[in-house]
């Protein structure tokens, strides 16, 4: 079992910066795959971006440039720093564990979730 919790959201205006934080306890992630996924109101669970055990890191088109998706394994943490965020960036962010085997970028990739945390950019 991987429990895993987010932080770091809040209310921010377009174009600034957050940087979101998901701690893991259970099992070691360094074997893991790590990706956040977002979800906003009446819209279904999308990708954002994933970081396999390797370090090879991958984005969704919409977010490619301004947001990083970093893991620190001493920690057990994964980072996703977001720059220039836009309304559209606006929604509830999940953290998520899959196999080392997958890339991540699938929602059947995951086995674990975490609990979500908001982002809300106002315009």
């Known amino acids: 079992q991987v429990q895993l919790v987010e932080s770091g959201g809040g209310l921010v205006q377009a174009g600034d910066s957050l940087r979101l934080s998901c701690a893991a306890s259970g099992r070691t992630l360094s074997a893991l795959t790590m990706g956040w996924f977002r979800q906003a109101p009446g819209k279904e669970r999308e990708f954002v971006s994933s970081i396999r055990w390797n370090g090879n890191t991958y984005y969704a088109d919409s977010v490619k440039g301004r947001f990083t998706i970093s893991r620190d394994n001493a920690k057990n943490t994964v980072y996703l720093q977001m720059y220039s965020l836009k309304p559209e960036d606006t929604a509830v962010y999940y953290c998520?564990?899959?196999?080392?085997?997958?890339?991540?970028?699938?929602?059947?990739?995951?086995?674990?979730w975490g609990q979500g945390t908001q982002v809300t950019v106002s315009s």
């Open positions: 998520g564990a899959a196999r080392g085997s997958s890339y991540g970028v699938k929602l059947y990739d995951y086995d674990y």
